[in-house]
């Protein structure tokens, strides 16, 4: 039982880890309905181009966001979860 409550707080220590930057929680809010470009993202948070890939990494690395490199060599990126006045929907 110990191992199953450690992994889980494991677990959510990661997410939450990943949730705990104002820019990461700007571009999950910015990708909730419809997907984003990376450089749509960073001059949406006015932060560099290689920021805003390092921040939407970390979310991708933790399962918060889906990353899909289209044809013209951009990547789009998507929410995997809603955020809301309600709470998080995982």
Not at 34 to 50: A, F
Not at 59 to 76: Q, S, Y
């Amino acid at each position: 039982m110990t191992d199953k409550i450690d992994l889980e707080r494991k677990f959510l220590l990661r997410k939450f880890a990943a949730l705990n930057n104002e820019n990461r929680l700007k571009i999950l809010f910015l990708c909730q309905e419809n997907g984003r470009t990376i450089k749509e993202l960073s001059k949406l948070i006015k932060l560099s181009h290689s920021k805003t890939s390092e921040n939407t990494s970390i979310l991708e690395r933790e399962g918060l966001v889906n990353k899909t490199r289209n044809k013209d060599n951009t990547v789009t990126v998507k929410s995997t979860i809603k955020i809301s006045k309600e709470g998080v929907k995982w």
